[in-house]
């Protein structure tokens, strides 16, 4: 492997000479002051560099959080955001698997063929093999000294050890919050011994997290680590643990229309969103129909976001329990991070930790029915039933954008994304509204350590990441500056410049939005503006042809 390159960090290093309190759990670690970046010294010095915690949520809507605009309680969530920054313009992939390749190479998943390139190939799931160069950031952090640590989902080709971690708990149960069946320790199969009752997935999760988090303070604290947990939650089935499901039975019974409205008066309140509440669109339901799938989940289940009235008292009733299910799911997470945070508290290290947040797509229209089955006679998000979210509320929990996972509108590729490190940003409770890209991680990563993403792999040039350092905005709003973005899955296209987005639907005309007072997608520009359509196109298609170059490079 070629070594990445050290380089020193542009940043000064400003430590505060005071202590700071760190909240407790219900906040989240609010620390000193300061904007420490990478040390430059060598590898034999990491105690100086921070920690990393990557947490993701798996089809969790933009405005779920309470700090983004959600009914759920995440007070943990909330306690990172008022510690630290939180993003209104960040963005995923739209989709589980190439998001999680941008995210851990700071690559577009086309260019590690990690999603399907029109010409060229690709592939999802664990089908696409990435190239020899595409190497996980855990690799290189390898020779910076850190212990690496997964927990939860992984859907990346290869195995997890084979890829730069120390430890893992492969999720591959995705089918089942209520058993560990299929899943894999350390690339090797779970041995489940008796009853599974009182098992939870996400619990479990926070479970293995935290003991890896034990042992390294035991027996390796003079290092640092990384930490990547994945959390399954809130992706289909709708599973979730009966009293939490019990806080939120009647909450949704105002349906959709009425969540989507509450959501946005709070969002205008916390100041983060332009532009007006996008309308629902009747005619858009599930990106995939399963006809067989609806005959199993009975009358109640409705596949598209019809207005709430016009819907039946059972079928209101369904869909507000799925919602309430749903809203556990994430209130339950909240509260396992919480758990996390606080062994991340105990160890004190908590000041210089990195910690990330947010989500591999947008709430997820889908309906289908698959692994287990469902039971419609068994209580709606225990193990026996099998249950998806649906246009109707997947709208709601994605307000005010349109559209939801899949598609590359607002809805599917926008993320919640917060920043917490206490050591090394002196803001806190503050609103970054600079666009970001799960591809930027890895460089912020790498340059906070001292490295780079290198420029050779043997003998050939490595392409060039799309991703860009967010050090510089750390330290101050406005501060990273990039050419663009670029989106393709399924058919979905999408580039930003600056302030505006061409998106188009699969076999759909391009639609031309202004980002800058219009953030969900309302007012298309596409007939007004019919040059600034042609040239955003032929930046997309140059692009694509750039990505098709750097697919061949072995």
């Known amino acids: 492997m070629t070594p990445i390159r050290n380089q020193a960090s542009s940043l000064t290093s400003r430590r505060s000479s005071r202590s700071r309190q760190l909240l407790p759990l219900l906040g989240c670690l609010v620390g000193i002051c300061g904007a420490l970046v990478a040390s430059s010294g060598s590898a034999d010095e990491p105690a100086k560099r921070p920690n990393f915690l990557i947490i993701l949520a798996d089809d969790m809507g933009f405005s779920d959080a309470g700090c983004y605009g959600g009914e759920i309680a995440t007070p943990h969530l909330d306690g990172l955001a008022a510690g630290g920054l939180r993003f209104s313009q960040a963005y995923n992939t739209a989709r589980c698997w190439p998001s999680r390749a941008a995210l851990m190479t700071g690559y577009y998943a086309q260019q590690v063929r990690r999603d399907n390139l029109p010409g060229f190939g690709g592939g999802g799931g664990a089908r696409g093999r990435r190239p020899g160069w595409a190497k996980l950031v855990t690799e290189y952090l390898r020779e910076f000294g850190y212990r690496n640590y997964h927990s939860g989902k992984w859907h ?46 996400t619990t479990a999760t926070a479970d293995h997290a935290i003991a890896c988090l034990r042992e390294h303070a035991e027996q390796h604290a003079d290092r640092p680590f990384f930490h990547y947990v994945p959390f399954i939650s809130p992706h289909f089935p709708l599973h979730a643990l009966p009293e939490d499901i019990e806080r939120y039975r009647d909450r949704y019974l105002a349906g959709w229309d009425e969540l989507r409205r509450e959501r946005f008066a709070r969002q205008q309140e916390l100041g983060f969103v332009t532009g007006k509440l ?104 225990s193990e026996a039933s099998y249950l998806c979210l649906g246009p109707g509320f997947s709208s709601a929990a994605n307000t005010p954008m349109r559209r939801h996972k899949t598609w590359v509108h607002e809805g599917g590729c926008t993320t919640p994304l917060i920043i917490h490190w206490p050591a090394g940003i002196a803001d806190r409770g503050v609103w970054r509204h600079t666009p970001v890209h799960f591809v930027d991680v890895v460089p912020t990563i790498l340059e906070l350590v001292g490295g780079s993403l290198p420029e050779k792999y043997g003998d050939l040039p490595q392409p060039k990441s799309p991703g860009v350092s967010l050090v510089p905005e750390l330290a101050a709003s406005g501060s990273v500056k990039r050419e663009s973005l670029w989106w393709l899955h399924e058919g979905n296209r999408a580039i930003r410049v600056g302030d505006w987005k061409l998106v188009a639907a699969k076999d759909d005309p391009w639609e031309l939005y202004d980002m800058s007072v219009d953030r969900s997608e309302t007012n298309n520009l596409a007939d007004t503006h019919p040059d600034k359509v042609r040239e955003m196109a032929a930046a997309w298609e140059a692009q694509a042809e750039a990505i098709g170059r750097d697919f061949v490079i072995d």
């Open 156 to 201: 990346i080709d290869g195995k997890v050890l084979d890829n730069g971690f120390d430890r893992s708990l492969d999720m591959r149960n995705q089918g089942n919050f209520f058993s560990a069946k299929g899943n894999m320790i350390d690339d090797s199969p779970v041995r489940i011994e008796g009853d599974e009752s009182g098992y939870y997935a």
């Open 278 to 381: 996008s309308d629902l669109e009747p005619e858009i339901g599930p990106p995939y129909h399963f006809p067989e799938a609806l005959k199993k989940l009975g009358p109640n289940e409705v596949n598209r976001p019809h207005p709430w009235e016009t819907l039946t008292a059972e079928q209101q009733r369904f869909q507000a329990t799925k919602m309430a299910i749903h809203a556990a799911m994430v209130d339950r997470m909240d509260i396992e991070i919480g758990r996390i945070l606080e062994q991340v508290r105990q160890m004190g290290v908590a000041d210089n930790t990195f910690i990330l947040f947010a989500s591999d797509n947008g709430a997820s229209a889908e309906i289908m029915v698959r692994d287990g089955g469902h039971d419609p006679e068994a209580p709606m998000g």
